[in-house]
């Protein structure tokens, strides 16, 4: 028995590949390497590359390896691209899940942790953001992520499937130092490309109503948000009943000030981040209550932000050392 992770081969789905297998859940990876590393994919892992798209792959890896449950990563996942690019984004992740749902009623596959997004909030009008906040998704990436979830839903009424859907904000650190963000998009990776070319990073507004007038936002470990995959996914298994929703956040959330002044300490590279007007809708904190996942999904903050950022820095430093 195993557990197919879609995505696999990707940030995030690497490392929860690596904590499935830790906890002998045999896991096996899918992903088509757009954005993904086969390198990241741990030894001895059997790896599929292809994408989603292709259900008969997907149906024949899910007999072949005689899969149990699905973690589903898988999906073009920037935000801001995916307002330019909204086709291929809903191809990608309502059609691509569509048919993975597909080929898990094909072959009897009953359960699925779902890979989803604080994008399907938007921008919203509270502190703190718990399942029952409205969803208002404001681009293409965050409608198809609530898409998803009501399509997983659907399934799930019909056929039985035993289902839950992660939401999560900024991920962030890494859990093994050959594990790294290469997002040409998400805030450490481009404070780092920042500082390693000699550019200042900057900080978009500083007069906010938070505590050092910088926007507080919500940070969590990638190995904290990989546990709790795998927490899901075992009692999925056991047929425990799981929320369809969990927000995975911090409960307090880090300003953009304090993250700079981490990155400082973490890379010993003295800098003062160039200060440059708000930009337009930025709210000025957007934080997620942890305690469904807490009480759930074995949930918590196991690190700090002087943790998140080391890692990730110690990450790109080997990564950018040759062999």
């Not at 799930?156 to 839950?164: F, I, S, W, Y």
């Not at 929703?245 to 300490?265: F, P, T």
Request: include cysteine; proline fraction near 6%.
């Amino acid at each position: 028995m195993s557990w197919l992770v879609t995505g696999g081969a990707g940030y995030i789905g690497s490392h929860v590949t690596h904590a499935l297998r830790d906890a002998g859940m045999e896991p096996v990876v899918i992903d088509d390497l757009s954005s993904g590393h086969a390198s990241f994919v741990p030894d001895g892992v059997p790896f599929v590359e292809a994408t989603i798209l292709d259900q008969d792959t997907v149906t024949a890896t899910l007999r072949e390896h005689e899969v149990v449950g699905v973690v589903h990563l898988a999906g073009f996942k920037y935000a801001g691209v995916s307002v330019s690019r909204p086709l291929h984004t809903y191809e990608q992740n309502i059609t691509g899940t569509a048919r993975l749902l597909q080929a898990m009623t094909d072959t009897g596959v009953q359960a699925m942790v779902f890979s989803s997004s604080a994008a399907t909030f938007g921008t919203p009008d509270v502190e703190l953001v718990t399942e029952e906040t409205p969803t208002h998704p404001e681009s293409p990436y965050g409608e198809t992520k609530l898409a998803g979830e009501w399509l997983i839903r659907d399934v799930g009424r019909v056929t039985g499937l035993r289902h839950t859907s992660l939401r999560y904000f900024n991920v962030v650190g890494s859990g093994s130092p050959e594990l790294y963000d290469t997002s040409p998009h998400n805030l450490f990776p481009l404070i780092f490309d920042a500082l390693v070319e000699g550019r200042t990073p900057h900080i978009n507004g500083t007069d906010y109503p938070t505590p050092d007038g910088t926007c507080v936002r919500d940070y969590v470990h990638v190995a904290d948000l990989a546990h709790s995959h795998v927490i899901a996914a075992q009692r999925l298994l056991a047929g425990d009943d799981l929320a369809h929703v969990y927000n995975l956040g911090s409960g307090d959330g880090v300003s953009v000030r304090q993250i700079m002044d981490a990155v400082r300490d973490a890379t010993g590279i003295d800098f003062e981040p160039e200060v440059q007007g708000r930009r337009p809708g930025d709210p000025a904190r957007i934080v997620a209550s942890d305690e469904l996942a807490a009480r759930d999904l074995d949930w918590k903050m196991r690190h700090d932000l002087h943790d998140m950022v080391q890692s990730a820095w110690d990450a790109r430093r080997q990564a950018a050392t040759p062999a």
